[in-house]
């Protein structure tokens, strides 16, 4: 800790606040990235030995081991893992920071060093690689593969079908995962012996008589009763009519088809379904949790889309994931064939590179792998790389061969215009880049697409994306992010369609570009991509000019630079531009040509610490201008808000006195947003904070998302006092000031004298009823948030640098403030840094919600209030393996049922 020789407060002012400028870490950061580096670069140099080794040999017809198969595997593991800490590194130097993951980097990168040595001695020591296989006792019949990657959703599935309380059960997941494939595989096992092929040694013997009937339907779009009607009549060996359609004779048809079903066991499997099947109208009787005894009744059915396993009243749904790296080259494997991997020894090398830019989709691992099996050079796999890598799939497959049209089908059945468009933008963020939601959303309001103007505030326009963000994931077009509520992601061949779709299916048609490296606008011909883009994002590009801008880009709608330098005065050729990202960059200043952007309605300049000039008049000519966010840059221009109050739904800012927030509750034609307030230097009671007197306007109060109380220096107290209400004609109230029914996020930042947070008339659920989010870092005095246990939202929980807090909960008021609420909802608890913390709280509680404990320089915290009731299965606590063996549990079970959720 020998780099703490700055001012605490001035260290707590620049880490928490996100400085563009490069700030040191603990303990040498520098030292340490550049150790992990290397030693990662070692630990890939021993992998590509040993791959050749193995690859050599399994030239001569043999097999690698199993052992060594999962030390290689871990090294990508691994360097996904390194490669993520050194973009955090890297960003945590340009942007700054007061999070978690600022004070997390180093540690992490210190203990992933321990993990990289380690690994790399393990796979030095290796004696043996590979061993050669006993020839096959029985020759196999030919099948569509040999391969199977989902033996384990197999087992489920059967294990379902053994269970008399499970009679419906639903797969899901995007298309092209293998969910059709695992249905057939469960066809085979429940085939009557009669229809196999009885001297096949794959399905012999893994016939069963638990099923008098196994019928199989392909639903698709194109699904009508009427249809399905006559699949499963003609498999039963029924009649059916022809091409009538009446509802008379469905219902006929559907009573013969129940007459003939009710009395016997029946596997009914249903694929590609896309909305609810009526199974009444069809005839089928309705599987249900049946006694032990009667027929066994069961389906079982495959969607893209979640909500329809909902609507069909499923007892079991399974979720089919992509293919982890071992299975995704086993099929990859299979699918090129020995012959043309044995042709150079280069190229088992390059197929896994080419295995990785498939991202586990079991469709683009086959169609990929059956087009390169005619590729025995190494020059064309290497074309084939980059191509994969410029997201341009389709030219390395035959000309008869396209996977996007089939993936596309999830597109078309988004439910309107609006949400696939929606969806097309998702792919503005860089592959496997962590999506925020807010991010995401905001860019959708952008558009246009969530029409800010129909709301009563932006809050609940933020609802409404929410809602699609809901619908896109159900739909398998976008994806969760590990532990992160707050993120999505897109499959990276999912965003590759979305950039075909939205080129029309024409290469020279770009309308979506997506750059994440300098090499943008370097050519003649990158630069006449600008004539037809509608959307560029140049994420993290670190361009610092626009060489050779072109003279229009007349399409253009939206341009996100999020970490980059500078903002080139040609912009204002965009005249249609709607949405500016300019957040987390280093400009100091912003181009008078920016007055231009006539139809600019979104302009986002976060974290711009460098940031000294606006020009004057530049916001005020913006007059379609519905969000404008300031919040962490140190610009104010009073004269220039205020006469630009029309048409402003939303302002984010950052103020340091209380003059101007009491200007800013005059702008009453502008809700107020996001609300960072600072020093108060002029505070007229300089020990006490009344937070109602600064927010008590309607303006400030109603529609206040995000609020940041930082670096008042001289408040002891931080009060919360009911206000004052109007009530209607009818006695009911309609205007309550002096809560903050919007606010989803509170950060207390370096509040060195605060000894009390108090609470007058008011419970702090009325006074924050929403909040989800609660950060209270360098806060010295301060010995406990006791209030928290009232908070039946909260999320998240933050304590960073609290020097004298002693528990989460004082032990005097926690039966006080105890209720059947607490922690309900909490899922992420972080604490740093608090050298005096011995308890969390008092007593033990389940934490139904809780998914992950974080614990880092806490040495006086010696046990931990989880109880027997608390879910394990998807808790994870972080800690110093240290602190792990020194705290001190009463319960030896729960002691080693919470050590597998421990990561050191």
């Known amino acids: 800790m020998a780099s703490f020789n700055i001012d605490l407060n001035e260290f707590i002012f620049r ?46 017809g043999e097999i690698c081991l199993e052992q060594v198969r999962r030390l290689l595997d871990s090294v990508s593991s691994i360097e996904a893992a390194v490669t993520k800490i050194v973009v955090d590194y890297e960003q945590s130097r340009c942007l700054g920071g007061y999070s978690i993951n600022f004070w997390c980097v180093n540690r992490r990168a210190t203990q992933k060093l321990a993990r990289v040595v380690a690994l790399r001695e393990q796979i030095n020591n290796l004696e043996v690689l ?55 595989r469960i066809k085979m096992k429940f085939l009557p012996l009669q229809e196999g092929v009885r001297n096949n040694s794959v399905l012999s ?49 559907a009573t013969a088809i129940f007459n003939h079903l009710k009395f016997r066991n029946f596997l009914l499997l249903l694929d590609d379904l896309w909305h609810k099947v009526d199974l009444e109208a069809v005839g089928v009787p309705i599987p249900s949790k049946r006694p032990t005894g009667l027929h066994k009744h069961k389906v079982v059915f495959t969607t893209r889309m979640e909500q329809v396993c909902r609507s069909m009243g499923t007892h079991k749904m399974i979720k089919i994931s992509c293919l982890a790296v071992e299975d995704a080259w086993k099929l990859f494997r299979e699918m090129v064939g020995q012959d043309t991997l044995e042709c150079d020894p280069r190229i088992p090398r390059l197929a896994k590179q080419v295995v990785q830019e ?30 994969l890598r410029r997201s341009k799939l389709p030219e390395i497959l035959e000309k008869d061969v396209d996977i996007f049209p089939g993936l596309k089908l999830s597109y078309d059945y988004l439910p309107d215009d609006a949400i696939r468009k929606c969806f097309l933008l998702c792919a503005l963020w860089p592959e496997d880049f962590s999506i925020s939601k807010i991010d995401l959303i905001e860019c959708w309001m952008g558009h246009g697409l969530i029409d800010v103007g129909v709301f009563n505030d932006i809050n609940e326009a933020y609802d409404s994306g929410h809602a699609i963000i809901g619908q896109l994931k159900s739909a398998c077009l976008l994806e969760p992010v590990d532990d992160e509520d707050d993120q999505v992601k897109m499959h990276a061949i999912i965003g590759d369609m979305a950039r075909w779709i939205a080129s029309d299916g024409d290469e020279n048609n770009q309308k979506l570009i997506v750059q994440s490296d300098a090499t943008f606008c370097r050519s003649p011909a990158d630069l006449n991509v600008w004539a037809t883009a509608k959307q560029v994002s140049l994420i ?53 040509s920016l007055t231009y952007l006539t139809k600019l309605k979104f302009l986002l300049l976060r974290d711009l610490w460098n940031l ?73 009671q300089p020990h006490q904070l009344l937070l109602s007197n600064f927010l008590g306007s309607h303006n400030m109060s109603s529609s206040l998302q995000r609020l940041g109380i930082e670096y008042c220096e001289t408040v002891e107290e931080l009060i919360m006092e009911k206000g004052g209400e109007t009530a209607g004609h009818g006695g009911d109230i309609v205007n309550r000031n002096w809560c903050h029914p919007k606010l989803e996020i509170l950060q207390l930042v370096g509040l060195k004298e605060l000894k009390n947070i108090s609470w007058r008339g008011v ?142």
């Open 358 to 387: 498939c991202h586990g989709l079991p469709l683009s691992l086959t169609v990929v792998g059956k087009a390169m099996s005619t590729r025995k050079s190494p020059k064309e796999w290497q074309y084939a790389i980059a191509l």
């Open 15 to 60: 880490i928490w606040n996100a400085s563009s400028q490069r700030l040191g870490y603990f303990s040498n950061p520098e030292k340490k990235i550049r150790l992990l580096t290397e030693a990662m670069r070692q630990l890939e140099a021993i992998r590509q030995d040993v791959n050749s080794r193995v690859s050599s040999r399994e030239l001569r």
């Open 130 to 184: 590979t061993a050669r296989l006993p020839p096959p006792l029985v020759e196999e019949m030919p099948y569509a593969s040999t391969f199977v990657p989902m033996e384990s959703n197999l087992d489920k599935v059967l294990r379902f079908l053994n269970d008399d309380q499970v009679g419906i059960i639903g797969i899901w997941g995007m298309g092209g995962v293998g969910k059709t494939s695992l249905l057939e």
């Open 612 to 684: 000294k000039e606006i020009p004057q008049g530049v916001i005020s000519n913006l007059l379609m201008l519905e969000v404008l966010d300031l919040n962490d840059t140190r610009y104010e221009d009073w004269v220039e808000f205020e006469t630009r109050t029309r048409g402003l739904k939303a302002l984010g800012i950052a103020v340091e006195t209380v003059e101007a927030i009491e200007r800013l509750s005059q702008l009453h034609n502008v809700m107020m947003w996001r609300l960072r307030i600072r020093k108060l230097l002029d505070l007229r």
């Open 763 to 904: 419970q702090p659920s009325t006074y924050f009823p929403t909040l989800t989010i609660l950060r209270v870092c360098g806060c010295d005095k301060l010995k406990n948030v006791t209030w928290v246990l009232k908070l039946e939202y909260l999320e998240e929980l933050e304590l960073d640098g609290c020097k004298e807090m002693e528990r989460l909960i004082d032990d005097a008021d926690e039966a006080d403030a105890a209720t059947d609420l607490a922690f309900l909802s909490l899922k992420r608890i972080y604490l740093v840094r608090l050298p005096n913390l011995t308890a969390i709280c008092r007593s033990q509680s389940t934490f139904p919600s809780l998914k992950l404990l974080y614990v880092s320089n806490c040495p006086a915290l010696r046990s931990l209030p989880f109880n027997s009731e608390t879910p394990k299965n998807k808790l994870r606590i972080w800690g110093d393996p240290d602190w792990w063996g020194r705290l001190e549990w009463n319960d030896g079970d729960l002691q080693s049922s919470l050590r597998p959720c421990f990561r050191g």
């Open 540 to 592: 993290g590009s670190e361009i610092r000019e626009f060489p050779g801008a072109p003279p229009e880009c007349p399409k253009l709608v939206t341009l996100m630079l999020q970490q980059n330098s500078e903002l080139p005065s040609e912009i204002s050729e965009a005249k249609n531009l709607q949405y500016l990202n300019l957040s987390f960059t280093d400009i100091t200043s912003l181009p008078e």
């Open 205 to 253: 013997g893994q016939r069963s008589p638990a099923f008098d009937d196994v019928i199989w339907a392909t639903v698709s779009k194109q699904y009508t009763v009427n249809k399905l009607q006559k699949i499963i009549a003609d498999s039963l060996g029924m009649p059916s009519p022809d091409n009538q359609h009446d509802e008379a004779t469905e219902r006929e048809q």
